[in-house]
Each structure stands twice: as C-alpha cells, then as structure tokens.
C-alpha cells in the first residue's frame, strides 16, 4: 500500500506561481510512476503531468507545457508541481496519483494510489 498527501494549494491572482507537493508513505521503496491530475466542478478528472520512477522523464498535459514543472525528490519520497504563470482555467482540486511499475500512460483507471486532492483557485 502506498499513501499520497497532498499539500500547496490555494488562491491566487492571474500570473501567480503556485508549488504543490505530494508526500508518499508505505511501500514507496518498489519503483513506482507518479502524477498529477486535476478535477474542476462538472469537468472529468484530467491528466495534467506524470514523472517516471526515477525522475528522468516526464509529460505534459499540452496546455501546461512550459508554464508546469514536476519533479520528485526520491529522499523525501516527495513529488512536486511547480505552476507559474498560472491562469483561470488552471482553477481545479488537483490530485497526485501513483502506480506500482516503471511505465504509466494518461487515464486515471491506470493508477492505483490518490491523495484527497488540494484546492487550487486563479483568480482574473
């Protein structure tokens, strides 16, 4: 079993940086791709950025891409997302997800642990 708890969410302006962590307990020592997804009201649940099990590769949702960084510290077993430049539509509960295994695609069914989610709001 693994545990994930998010944490950095908040209110912020059009603009605003925003760094959102995700600290894993449990079996974290079996090699394992994490990822962040996010959920705004009415919306499904959509992929935003994943990270392989080691750090060395990662994904971008393509609107994101250059604004979004994720990376993972493997000696905190902790998992960031680093959102600059952050706008209104960026506005969902934003989740962190992790699969046991070394290779995970998009879709939410193919991860196994999800934190409770944090709260993030741009404001115009």
């Known amino acids: 079993q693994m545990q994930l708890v998010e944490s950095g969410g908040g209110v912020v302006s059009t603009g605003d940086s925003l760094r959102l962590s995700c600290a894993a307990s449990?079996?974290?020592?079996?090699?394992?791709?994490m990822a962040w997804f996010r959920q705004a009201p009415g919306d499904e649940r959509e992929f935003v950025a994943k990270?392989?099990?080691?750090?060395?590769?990662?994904y971008y949702l393509d609107s994101v891409k250059g604004r979004f960084t994720i990376s993972r510290d493997s000696t905190k077993n902790t998992m960031y997302l680093q959102m600059n430049r952050l706008k209104p539509e960026d506005t969902a509960v934003y989740y962190c997800?992790?699969?046991?295994?070394?290779?995970?695609?998009?879709?939410?069914?193919?991860?196994?642990?999800w934190g409770q989610g944090t709260q993030v709001t741009v404001s115009s």
């Open positions: 997800a992790a699969v046991w295994g070394y290779n995970a695609g998009l879709s939410a069914a193919e991860y196994d642990y």
């Open positions: 449990g079996r974290t020592d079996v090699g394992h791709v």
């Open positions: 990270i392989s099990w080691n750090g060395d590769d990662t």
